[in-house]
């Protein structure tokens, strides 16, 4: 069964930077867009980036735009979230899955992001 594992969390001061990475239990991310959801506590999840198949493409959410690059390795069935300028806003939980509402995958854990001075 797929499971999706979201290591590189952490704690980050304002102005900080962090990666995430996102690696799935077997190899089929290549075949799917893929994207990084968010959710802050008393929140709903949030997609924040998400990337073509090929990578070629990706497109943000305003609020990460220009401080958050998505990009992946499809022949090591990882998507990656670098995260720069990162501001108290962004403290989550964060996630990745298909770029697919209505077909997700199971959730995995997510990672923690907090930052905060």
């Known amino acids: 069964q797929l499971q999706l594992v979201e290591p590189g969390g952490g704690s980050a001061q304002p102005g900080g930077s962090l990666r995430l990475s996102c690696v799935a239990s077997v190899s089929i991310l290549r075949i799917y867009a893929m994207g990084w959801y968010r959710q802050a506590p008393g929140k709903q999840r949030k997609l924040v980036a998400h990337?073509?198949?090929?990578?070629?493409?990706?497109n943000y959410a305003d609020s990460v735009k220009g401080r958050f690059t998505i990009s992946r390795n499809n022949g090591k069935n990882t998507v990656y979230l670098q995260m720069n300028s990162l501001k108290p806003e962004d403290t989550a939980v964060y996630y990745c899955?298909?770029?697919?509402?209505?077909?997700?995958?199971?959730w995995g854990q997510g990672t923690q992001v907090t930052v905060s001075s």
């Open positions: 899955n298909k770029n697919s509402p209505s077909d997700y995958w199971p």
């Open positions: 990337i073509s198949r090929g990578g070629s493409i990706s």
